[in-house]
């Protein structure tokens, strides 16, 4: 039973560059939200997708865009890269949106801001 | 005011030891609760849920004080293994406005020493 899996592991970026960071959810899932987390910090919701959509959204600017695709997996994009968005990017699915079970998290992508 | 606060630490414990974490959660809407364990540079795991009645999985204790709006841990004889960062997760009620977003403190560190 794959748990959810994440890529890349790791990746470093320029300032103002775009990134594509990708999610596929454990078996049975049908839920995937998005955390950034900082060094020293707790995990920061950025949104969640449900059936295809955007059902949530955290307190981040719409540089952060996102996706999921039929298969349940998806995609978190970042534009204009600031130093900033250094950080753990976390990836945790669920079934439906009843996460009364918790998430299951991906070991996340390290992304490095130079 | 960050919507779950907890005490970060660290928390400098002999083997053997109880400990107690305590967090705080400012949204009264919040429905589910959860205790993450975070292992240095890893991904979070969730420990366990907690419940209003109090539950217990082997050596941990989750408590629920609604009213006073805290969640406690309980580890009682601490092991070696336990050295992690506890995160403590509060989640929007389902029909609530924010349901699917789950908030996260910023951890309490543990480290059980010999």
């Known amino acids: 039973d794959a748990g959810v899996t994440q890529s890349p592991t790791h990746l470093i970026k320029t300032r103002g560059q775009q990134v594509t960071l990708r999610c596929s959810p454990k078996?049975?899932?049908?839920?995937v939200s998005w955390y950034q987390q900082a060094l020293g910090q707790g995990p920061q919701f950025i949104f969640q997708?449900?059936?295809?959509?955007?059902?949530q959204r955290g307190n981040f600017p719409d540089r952060f865009s996102g996706h999921q695709f039929p298969n349940y997996s998806s995609e978190l994009n970042v534009n204009a890269l600031l130093l900033g968005d250094s950080a753990l990017y976390l990836c945790?699915?669920?079934?439906?949106?009843?996460?009364?079970?918790?998430?299951?998290f991906g070991s996340g992508t390290r992304l490095t801001v130079v | 005011r960050k919507e779950v606060e907890q005490d970060p630490g660290p928390f400098n414990v002999p083997e053997g030891a109880t400990v107690a974490f305590n967090c705080t959660y400012s949204?009264?809407?919040?429905?589910?609760f959860f205790w993450y364990r975070q292992d240095c540079r890893k991904e979070p795991k969730l420990l366990m849920s907690v419940y209003s009645s109090g539950n217990e999985d082997g050596r941990f204790t989750a408590q629920l004080n609604r009213a006073s709006q805290y969640i406690s841990l309980l580890i009682r004889d601490s092991k070696l293994s336990d050295s992690a960062t506890y995160l403590c997760?509060?989640?929007?009620?389902?029909?609530?406005?924010?349901?699917?977003?789950?908030?996260f403190g910023d951890g309490t560190t543990l480290t059980v020493k010999p």
């Open positions: 949204n009264s809407a919040s429905q589910s």
């Open positions: 997708y449900y059936e295809e959509e955007e059902r």
């Open positions: 997760v509060a989640a929007a009620a389902l029909y609530n406005t924010n349901a699917g977003k789950s908030t």
């Open positions: 078996s049975g899932h049908d839920t």
């Open positions: 945790a699915s669920s079934f439906g949106q009843l996460y009364i079970y918790g998430y299951t």
